[in-house]
C-alpha cells in the first residue's frame, strides 16, 4: 500500500471517530427523552448566553440534602449517585446518595454540594440550562423569572427524563403552558 493511500486511510478513520463521538452523545440524550422516566423537579430563577450554544434560560433546582450512606463525607464536586422518586406532592426528590451506582431504582449521576452534615449531602444536578430560541428566550427568562419568584404561588418547574443515571430537561412548565408558549403570549 502506498504512503499516499495509507495517509488518506489513517485520516478517514480519524475522522470517522470525530463523528461518531458526538453522533453517539446525540443519540444517548434522545433515547433518554424517548425512553426516559418523567419525573418534575422545581425550579428558582438565575439570561444567561453560551457563545457556542446560543441563549438559554438558567435554571437552580431545588433538589435540598438528601441521605448519604457512606461512612466518609462526601468532598464537594464528587461524582455520585443518588437515587430519585416521586413524592406525595408529585415532584422529584432524592432519597439517598452514594459514590457506588445502585444495582435498580431510578438513579442520576450528578456531583455533590456542601452538606449540612457527615450523614446528609446536597446533590448538584447535571442538567441547568435549557435552550431555546435565540430571540424567545429573553421573553422565556422573563415569565420564568415571574412565575418562579412569586413565593405565593410557585408554579414554575422542569420536566426531567431519567434514564441509566442521565437526566435530560424534556420541557419547563409555567402556569401550567410550556414555557415557549407562556413567552410567545
Do not use: C
Not at 53 to 79: H, N, P, Q
Amino acid at each position: 500500500m502506498s504512503r499516499t493511500r495509507l495517509l488518506a486511510l489513517l485520516f478517514l478513520m480519524v475522522a470517522l471517530v470525530q463523528l461518531a463521538l458526538p453522533a453517539m452523545r446525540i443519540r444517548l440524550y434522545e433515547q433518554t427523552l424517548r425512553d426516559g422516566k418523567v419525573f418534575k423537579f422545581r425550579t428558582s430563577p438565575v439570561d444567561p448566553y453560551d457563545a457556542f450554544r446560543g441563549r438559554y434560560v438558567a435554571l437552580r433546582f431545588e433538589t435540598g440534602d438528601t441521605a448519604w450512606s457512606e461512612k466518609e463525607i462526601a468532598s464537594y464536586g464528587k461524582k455520585i449517585f443518588a437515587l430519585v422518586e416521586t413524592g406525595p406532592d408529585g415532584f422529584a426528590r432524592f432519597t439517598s446518595a452514594s459514590s457506588n451506582r445502585p444495582a435498580g431504582g431510578d438513579w442520576l449521576e450528578a456531583k455533590s454540594g456542601y452538606s449540612a452534615g457527615d450523614k446528609q449531602v446536597r446533590v448538584e444536578v447535571p442538567f441547568d440550562r435549557f435552550y431555546m430560541a435565540e430571540k424567545l428566550a429573553p421573553k422565556a427568562e422573563q415569565v420564568y423569572r415571574a412565575h418562579s419568584a412569586n413565593r405565593g404561588e410557585r408554579d414554575a418547574y422542569a420536566i426531567v427524563r431519567i434514564r441509566n443515571g442521565l437526566g435530560v430537561i424534556e420541557q419547563v412548565i409555567v402556569g401550567g403552558k410550556p414555557l415557549a408558549e407562556a413567552a410567545r403570549e
